[in-house]
């Protein structure tokens, strides 16, 4: 399926990372392989190698030296430097002219689960700039349904114009073939033959769990050994800090179960990634994906100490009877995570 006209995209920061950026490189690439014409208005461009041919990146330089108000600038101006014959998608929180909104995660839901009843200035100038978005765009994509019953409850938006699009996975990068060098790739983090290798992935440990995640490991089994790869180091005598790591796949495939404890994750790609690899994950039950993940793939716990250790117990047990990697991953992920498959449906919205 294909477009008939140009596209344009409006995002604050293309570049390599995590969630909602790895998201947005994925897309731009595929609509540019399939020779859709596309205009990409943003903030920051750091596009991993070649850039995609057919693709008009325009850069907002920022204003100022506060981040805060050079995105909500560009919020506010983006529309203006779009093709105006083309439909816009707006994953940015556009306050006008967005013909699609995908949504990662609402502002709302987010200081909710953060526990903050009380919005200071730059959330409320955000949660403005979002309910416009919403109210505005002709159709709304969330990429969880957690996230689809925010945007409904928390915003007031007709349920009719919003659906439900969990996001693809590279499918070529993220398999079982990453296990080849599994063995090398502990080896070299030093993990020992029957230790526990129980990675991490996290920016913003304070969000992602950590507190509760060592918390959990305190006193309980000595193999289990916690590696984290995020911008930030975690300070604990027990943590293997590994950085920013653009090798992924060759992590998640060397790991013997992947954690996210969040407070707030509304999808939360590791999950699929992981397990595609052949490793299951831990996921807290505020973490979006465990709508679509197998239990047997996907052991669910409470943000609790004891709910957590419980979790990790049965992991152990699975290592321990050597039956805790997923041979057929594929069958764990309950909705169609191929990218081909989720740009047709994207196309299918924008021409409904």
Avoid at 97 to 106: L, P, V
Avoid at 315 to 338: K, M, T, W
Wanted: hydrophobic share 45%; charged share 20%.
């Amino acid at each position: 399926m294909t477009l008939r006209t140009g596209l344009n995209l409006i995002y604050h920061s293309i570049r390599p990372g995590g969630g909602m950026e790895r998201y947005v490189l994925d897309l731009i690439g595929a609509l540019a392989s399939r020779a859709i014409p596309l205009r990409v208005v943003t903030r920051k461009l750091a596009w991993p190698g070649q850039s995609p041919s057919g693709v008009d990146f325009i850069v907002l330089r920022d204003r100022t030296p506060f981040s805060r108000v050079n995105n909500y600038w560009f919020e506010a101006v983006a529309i203006r430097h779009c093709v105006a014959a083309w439909p816009t998608i707006a994953i940015s929180r556009v306050p006008e002219g967005a013909d699609m909104a995908i949504s990662g995660g609402t502002h709302l839901g987010h200081l909710a689960d953060k526990g903050r009843s009380r919005h200071g200035l730059f959330a409320r100038l955000t949660i403005r700039h979002e309910q416009a978005l919403y109210r505005g765009a002709r159709t709304i994509v969330a990429h969880s349904e957690r996230v689809r019953q925010e945007i409904i409850n928390l915003y007031g938006i007709d349920s009719a114009k919003t659906v439900t699009l969990h996001p693809p996975v590279d499918t070529i990068a993220f398999s079982r073939a990453a296990r080849v060098d599994r063995d090398a790739v502990r080896q070299g983090l030093g993990i020992q033959p029957r230790e526990f290798l129980l990675l991490f992935p996290s920016n913003n440990h304070a969000l992602k769990g950590a507190s509760l995640i060592l918390a959990a490991l305190e006193g309980f089994d000595a193999r289990v050994r916690l590696a984290v790869a995020g911008k930030s180091a975690l300070e604990h005598p027990n943590v293997i800090n590994l950085g920013f790591r653009q090798d992924m796949p060759a992590l998640y495939a060397a790991a013997d179960a992947v954690i996210l404890a969040s407070k707030y994750e509304a999808f939360g790609m590791v999950g699929p990634e992981a397990i595609l690899c052949g490793t299951p994950v831990l996921f807290a039950d505020t973490v979006g994906a465990v709508e679509v993940l197998s239990e047997s793939a996907c052991l669910r716990f409470e943000r609790t100490v004891d709910s957590l250790r419980a979790a990790l117990s049965v992991a152990l047990e699975r290592f321990d009877a050597g039956s805790l990697e997923l041979v057929d991953p594929a069958q764990h992920i309950h909705y169609p995570f191929n990218l081909g498959a989720h740009l047709d449906a994207l196309i299918a919205q924008l021409q409904a």
